[in-house]
């Protein structure tokens, strides 16, 4: 049950000037959260959940992307993350085909020694490197890994007669990703030569941990805790998960919304580690907070990385991740059961569209 509607939030945060916004001090932020991940979406307005899934809209090949005119990359791929949390929260199949779509169209592209197919020139127009394509292949396995998780904890998805179809494409995904992850663990150094941006580093932490989760896979638990450490490490004492040597609000939320995917799908072993990014985390949205202006909107001001003059992608200049900070912002709100954070978060949702 709803504590207050939209339009009563709405009503309270009009006119609430910048530095009135919550302190993170004031959260129960004491000790890491206990909910499952998909106990804690439960939790969130289905709205909000229809519109992440609506934001992904593939081609009957499944591509999206720069991948519906002409193949580029499996990292584009990275998209059913936002598909199947509604999908399972609201048994819908049709969601639930289209997630899979998304992540067959990768695999698809799988070579059979685990590797990827790329373009000849990606993004940036130059022939790829190692990096750049082992890179790509982890957006695609931590998209993969966070799926596989959500999928397993659903008793419906494991369940359900209706689903078995379902389910027997969910085994095919798994076989092949045991692949990619095998091989992908083989590159861990390479991975580890990408220093200039914190958010990376913790995908590639999701692409190890997550899919070591849902597959069994010792090596790539291991090679996940080992970049979640990293990713620790670089982490400023303000709070900052640097990118390009300084803050980025947009970037700064995606790093905060996986690391905190990260600690709800942690297994009980990994509890002092757990502990330890649970205490980034808060640190983190402290800063983060403080770019949250009265209207909902996210500033950019100071970014290195998404700003009016920053990083241009596919010639187009990045705008802020408004799905991952929204979400950054509602995982740690509803995680604390912190109302007042839960009317901020709702705040930027709704103004980018997504309440």
């Not at 932490?205 to 896979?217: D, I």
């Amino acid at each position: 049950m709803r504590r207050t509607t939209f339009a009563q939030a709405l009503t309270i945060l009009l006119g609430t000037p910048a530095a009135f916004w919550p302190s993170i001090a004031g959260a129960d932020s004491a000790s890491p959260p206990t909910l499952s991940q998909l106990d804690l979406l439960g939790l969130l307005d289905v709205v909000f959940l229809q519109k992440l899934a609506n934001s992904v809209r593939p081609a009957p090949s499944g591509a999206v992307g720069e991948n519906q005119a002409s193949f580029d990359q499996v990292g584009v791929q990275n998209q059913s993350s936002f598909v199947v949390p509604d999908a399972l929260v609201e048994r819908n199949r049709e969601e639930l085909d289209n997630a899979l779509k998304v992540l067959e169209f990768g695999y698809a592209h799988m070579r059979p020694d685990g590797s990827f197919e790329y373009a000849d020139t990606g993004r940036s127009g130059a022939p790829p490197t190692a990096l750049t394509q082992d890179s790509s292949a982890a957006f695609l396995m931590y998209d993969t890994g966070h799926s596989l998780c959500l999928l397993r904890e659903s008793s419906w998805f494991q369940s359900d007669p209706d689903v078995a179809d379902e389910r027997q494409r969910v085994a095919v995904l798994e076989t092949k990703a045991r692949t990619a992850i095998t091989r992908l663990v083989s590159e861990a150094d390479v991975l580890r030569t990408d220093r200039l941006a914190v958010n990376r580093t913790i995908n590639y932490a999701m692409a190890y941990y997550l899919n070591g989760k849902a597959l069994n896979h010792a090596d790539a638990l291991a090679a996940g805790r080992n970049f979640i450490d990293n990713a620790l490490g670089r982490q400023t004492a303000a709070g900052v998960f640097t990118e390009n040597s300084g803050f980025d609000s947009s970037y700064q939320g995606v790093s905060l919304f996986h690391a905190q995917v990260l600690l709800l799908e942690m297994l009980p072993e990994d509890e002092a580690l757990r502990k330890r990014l649970w205490s980034g985390v808060v640190r983190g949205m402290q800063r983060e907070m403080e770019t949250v202006q009265a209207d909902g909107t996210v500033g950019t001001v100071g970014n290195t990385r998404v700003s009016a003059q920053g990083e241009r992608v596919f010639g187009v200049t990045k705008s802020i991740d408004t799905r991952s900070v929204s979400l950054a912002l509602m995982y740690y709100a509803y995680a604390t059961g912190d109302q007042n954070l839960q009317r901020t978060a709702r705040a930027v949702a709704a103004r980018y569209a997504l309440l």
